[in-house]
T-cell receptor
């Protein structure tokens, strides 16, 4: 069964450093998403991406965050200058159609120290 | 105000029991999703529904649009069903608004 692949599974970074979280969505999917889950809290929407541009973003997704689809297969989330409160599990998801079913990756646990 | 409310927050059951998890939402939906989150953190999509009922194996999801309520049922529960079950809604856009989840433990 097709999978969404996320790397790394766990990343530890120092506060103020830049991190890039990587995702390989399912190959024929067109809609891509990042969500995050702070430990003990519910999953929150960050950003949706279609046709090489952001289609929607949440208040969390400020200027420190950016997304990119650099090569037609990878979908990346960059945090420019990490804060302690960015520590969370970050999930990538993809969908073939808008308002369709999602496939989630297994997540990247980001720890900012 | 959380737009998606789930109950119960925690649920324990004996193997074989019939389980019901409830989800209520306060605004309209385009679709209601049920997802399963394993102890390792990964999320698996179980159902997406906008009306009626769907069944997959021992799992059944129902939705009542008028009452803004959905239920997830597990028949003949098994310890491997132990996980967090989450409902989430989408409305007009494709972003999901998640509930806080129901932690289910099934004991042998």
């Amino acid at each position: 069964e097709p999978e969404v692949t996320q790397t790394p599974s766990h990343q530890v970074t120092q506060m103020g450093q830049e991190v890039i979280l990587r995702c390989v969505p399912i190959s024929n999917h067109l809609y891509f998403y990042w969500y995050r889950q702070i430990l003990g809290q519910k999953v929150e929407f960050l950003v949706s991406f279609y046709n090489n541009e952001i289609s929607e973003k949440s208040e969390i997704f400020d200027d420190q965050f950016s997304v990119e689809r650099p090569d037609g297969s990878n979908f990346t989330l960059k945090i420019r200058s990490t804060k302690l409160e960015d520590s969370a599990m970050y999930f990538c998801a993809s969908s073939a159609v808008v308002l369709g079913g999602y496939t989630f990756g297994s997540g990247t646990r980001l720890t900012v120290v | 105000k959380n737009e998606v409310e789930q109950s119960p927050q925690n649920l324990t059951a004996q193997e074989g029991e019939f389980i019901t998890i409830n989800c209520s939402y306060s605004v309209g939906i385009s679709a209601l999703h049920w997802l399963q989150q394993h102890p390792g953190g990964g999320i698996v999509s179980l159902f997406m529904l906008s009306s009626g009922k769907k069944k997959h194996g021992r799992l059944i999801a129902t939705i009542n649009i008028q009452e803004k309520h959905s239920s997830l049922h597990i028949t003949a529960s098994h310890p491997r069903d132990s996980a967090v079950y989450i409902c989430a809604r989408s409305y007009n856009t494709d972003k999901l608004i998640f509930g806080t989840g129901t932690r289910l433990q099934v004991f042998p």
